[in-house]
């Protein structure tokens, strides 16, 4: 995270307690690396005093490689859960997963569903074959999962799983994440991952068609009700107001139980919205338009994305300038070919044990750690803070330059 984002981040707190920065402790530590590339000293360090665990180390790369996606999302959580048996105040291990970690099943319940593979020969393996050889077993080992991601994540949550016995343990399972509804700030966003990637490359012009079924749900929650969720779920674990002894337990965080969102609803509101609040730089005017047929997808992005980027491209060169357009609508091939596995097909997501954390809290809790309340806000308000919030924490583009944006794409 840059300097600039860390400003923004945390200026209120800078400024309600100076000091909480000398809280924090930094180590340096490697997920793929044995017992996570910690010395003696760190290890002993964290033995001694640490009471809680919230695991979110992973790599988020739908194309990684087998290899590099098990080092990390595997062996690192089997690292870090051997590491945590070490700690003597440990009350809670909240583990992260991901609600698409089972993308082969329909109705997707809150509880762990096993893998015929056992996770810890899994990374015995990956450890002695090298990644060619891999590369060519992989579709054949992670069927019927779509990419290593979904299919190490599950490993995950298995190794997990088998320590409920030993550990106070609880899995949750955000569905895709967007921008923050208030914390640290509205809008609040700092990667271009999944659909704020989508945003922008739709917003500047880039991308002008998706494959997508626009009448399927989406499932999604904002960046600051999952981690409201982390903090409450290792509240209960520690104060064994939930127990995972016989069971884990499993939150999946989505709002479709609350609030029914559209995928073509989405589209309909975020382009009203991108014409008031241009982004700059636009190549061309916003659309990013879903179809559901693979055979108009592909005819749409031959006429509206590659010959139009062979013609910027052109022009650039013959003006003695870098190309640079046809290397962009690669990498958005490339990631609209990963995402489509999930933009066209739909999925159940039973979420009654996340809906009923609240439950657990008092009032004033439940202002300070909002989780389930999808209706705080209305939709069109909350997407105009995410693309205002993409607009300054991701792009860097100050709100200043709205009335000349939108000058421009007169």
């Not at 964290?46 to 979110?56: D, G, K, M, P, Y």
């Not at 809150?110 to 893998?115: C, L, N």
């Not at 077993?137 to 992670?142: A, E, N, R, S, W």
């Not at 910027?312 to 640079?324: A, P, R, S, V």
């Amino acid at each position: 995270m840059s300097r600039g984002k860390q400003i923004r981040c945390f200026q209120r707190l800078r400024e309600a307690q100076p000091d909480a920065i000398k809280k924090i402790i930094p180590l340096m530590g490697d997920l793929t690396q044995e017992k996570l590339g910690l010395s003696a000293k760190d290890i002993q360090l964290l033995s001694e005093n640490i009471s809680v665990v919230f695991h979110l180390g992973a790599t988020l790369k739908l194309e990684a490689n087998l290899k590099d996606a098990v080092e990390q999302n595997t062996a690192g959580t089997a690292s870090l859960l051997d590491l945590s048996k070490q700690m003597k105040k440990l009350a809670a291990f909240v583990h992260f997963s991901t609600a698409f970690c089972s993308a082969d099943i329909d109705v997707f319940e809150e509880r762990v569903y096993k893998t015929r593979e056992k996770p810890r020969d899994v990374v015995t393996v990956t450890k002695w074959l090298d990644v060619k050889t891999l590369d060519m077993v992989t579709p054949q080992l992670i069927a019927p999962h779509p990419n290593t991601y979904t299919f190490t994540k599950r490993l995950g949550e298995t190794l997990v799983a088998d320590e409920a016995s030993t550990l106070p343990i609880a899995i949750i399972r955000p569905s895709i994440v967007i921008p923050a509804v208030e914390e640290p700030l509205p809008g609040w966003v700092d990667s271009l991952n999944g659909p704020v990637g989508l945003l922008v490359g739709a917003g500047k012009g880039v991308i002008r068609s998706m494959l997508a079924i626009g009448e399927h749900r989406g499932q999604f929650i904002p960046v600051d009700y999952a981690i409201n969720t982390g903090i409450v779920v290792a509240y209960l674990i520690g104060t064994e107001k939930v127990t995972s002894k016989n069971e884990v337990p499993v939150y999946n965080l989505t709002q479709d139980a609350v609030m029914t969102i559209r995928y073509q609803e989405i589209i309909d509101l975020g382009r009203s919205i991108i014409y008031d609040y241009p982004f700059e730089m636009m190549v061309w005017y916003p659309d990013g338009a879903l179809r559901s047929s693979k055979l108009i997808h592909n005819l749409f992005s031959i006429f509206f994305h590659w010959l139009p980027a062979l013609l910027i491209d052109f022009l650039m060169l013959i003006c003695g300038q870098k190309t640079f357009m046809i290397r962009i609508q690669k990498k958005i091939y490339n990631g609209l070919e990963l995402l489509q596995f999930f933009s066209t097909r739909e999925w159940i997501f039973k979420s009654e044990k996340f809906l009923a954390l609240k439950d657990y809290l008092t009032e004033e809790d439940k202002e300070i750690f909002v989780m389930s309340d999808f209706h705080k806000i209305p939709l069109k308000e909350y997407l105009v803070r995410g693309l205002l919030g993409t607009r300054q924490y991701c792009l860097h583009e100050d709100l200043s330059s709205l009335p000349r944006c939108r000058q421009k794409q007169k």
